[in-house]
Nanobody
Framework: VQLQASGGGLVQTGGSLRLSCVASGSTSGSYAVGWFRQTPGKEREFVAAISWSGRSTYYASSVKGRFTISRDNAKNTVFLQMRSLSPEDTAVYYC?????????????????WGQGTRVTVSS
């Protein structure tokens, strides 16, 4: 499975971005998708996750109410809509898949990772 994350960029405080994560390759079967983010010198942290059906979504407290995760299984794509961005959201954002469909909060819950897309929020 290959994951391609895109949609990052430079945005001002209060702005919005929508990240996309496209899965390709051996994508048969159901899987949850998670978004994580990482800044230099820090561990990768959970942002949001969505189950295969899309009925279950989970968010870190720091993004709840501002970020929305969604998916289009027909296009093997998961989205992360980010609103009201602040400089604290600046990071490289990674998507990952979990073939147990567990929508876990930990890096070790996920089987495959994308290369990351950089989000920079200016003050």
């Amino acid at each position: 499975v290959q994951l391609q994350a895109s949609g990052g960029g430079l945005v001002q405080t209060g702005g919005s971005l929508r990240l996309s994560c496209v899965a390709s390759g051996s994508t048969s079967g159901s899987y949850a998708v998670g978004w994580f983010r990482q800044t230099p010198g820090k561990e990768r942290e959970f942002v949001a996750a969505i189950s295969w059906s899309g009925r279950s979504t989970y968010y870190a407290s720091s993004v709840k109410g501002r970020f929305t995760i969604s998916r289009d299984n027909a296009k093997n794509t998961v989205f992360l809509q980010m609103r009201s961005l602040s400089p604290e959201d600046t990071a490289v954002y990674y998507c990952a898949v979990d073939y147990t469909d567990g929508s876990g909060w930990f890096v070790t819950d996920y089987d495959y990772w994308g290369q990351g897309t950089r989000v920079t929020v200016s003050s």
